[in-house]
């Protein structure tokens, strides 16, 4: 049964809201994002003394008057963020979990409908494999945002284990310093995901990492002989698959690997920058998107 948190409610608490950018925009004019270069906005920022060449219309007369120089009125540029959201469709993100599934899809719709409010561009890519599909383009406006919500919501999350690095480095559509790169996972993978991350760094880009996981993952109830499989196998007799005695010391051995995972995971953003926050799917999504993402510095 499809879970949704998706409704006016839920875009309606987002309007008052806008994106927080750490690092300068590249991008288009016309956008609402304030940058330190000088343009054509009507926001003052700065005088300079007039040089050859310059535009007479931008001098300041009153205080030529004053001190018998030329000054130059300097304006701030405005500039328009593109907004890409990577959505891992991993089996293990919700074929056998609708509450994970629509915490995945609830986390891009707010971001890109944060980018869209905000007069920013936004592309949906969904991962799977080593193959990146966007079936919706370069999403511009309200308009063209809600006619791809449906497509989202249809979203189906049985994909084989996600190679996060191919995908996102293949990309075609991937463009170097404007704006912010969003990756939905919940990084339980055997791929190299830091190697996406550096890229996109390289790329000068900002980056998001949203991990999403369950209680079930955090904390596994599971004791004595059970039957184990891999919901992104594609093969049943796959080596992944084992009926085994589920003991303490493999539930506290389970405990410190995923506790080394998350530690490894917060110190590698840590160190580069990079904004970080783990959604679980018990608590009210309202908590994490707008508590999390504020508290992170991604939203204002």
């Not at 940058?35 to 007039?50: A, I, L, M, N, W």
């Not at 005695?245 to 506290?252: D, G, L, S, V």
């Amino acid at each position: 049964m499809k879970v949704s948190y998706l409704n006016d409610k839920f875009f309606s608490r987002l309007e008052s809201l806008s994106f927080n950018l750490k690092s300068e925009l590249l991008g288009y004019f016309g956008g609402r994002h304030l940058v330190k270069t000088h343009g054509q906005t009507v926001e003052f920022s700065d005088y300079r003394e007039y040089q050859l060449g310059d535009d007479i219309r931008r001098i300041d007369w009153n205080l030529f008057s004053r001190f018998e120089k030329y000054f130059l009125k300097l304006f701030t540029d405005e500039r328009q963020m593109k907004v890409q959201i990577f959505i891992d469709c991993s089996a293990s993100m919700g074929r056998d979990n609708p509450q994970k599934q629509a915490y995945a899809v609830a986390s891009a719709a707010a971001i890109g409908y944060l980018a869209v409010h905000n007069m920013d561009k936004v592309t949906f890519n969904f991962m799977s494999g080593n193959k990146t599909e966007n079936p919706f383009g370069t999403i511009i406006g309200k308009t063209a945002f809600f006619s791809a919500i449906s497509g989202l919501e249809a979203l189906d999350f049985d994909g084989e284990d996600t190679d996060i690095k191919t995908c996102i480095t293949t990309d075609r559509d991937m463009s170097r310093g404007n704006g912010l790169s969003v990756i939905i996972s919940d990084f339980f993978t055997e791929y190299d995901w830091k190697a996406a991350v550096d890229y996109l760094l390289y790329m000068k880009r900002q980056v998001l990492l949203v991990q999403v996981v369950t209680p079930e993952e955090l904390d596994p109830t599971y004791d004595g002989r059970v039957s184990l499989i891999d919901s992104e196998a594609v093969d049943s007799a796959d080596p992944k698959n084992m009926k085994l005695r589920i003991t303490r010391a493999m539930q506290k051995a389970y405990e410190e690997a995923l506790r080394d995972h998350t530690l490894d995971m917060k110190s590698f953003c840590n160190k580069r920058g990079v904004q970080f926050l783990s959604a679980r799917t018990d608590q009210p999504i309202e908590k994490v998107l707008f508590g999390q993402l504020i508290k992170a510095g991604i939203m204002e």
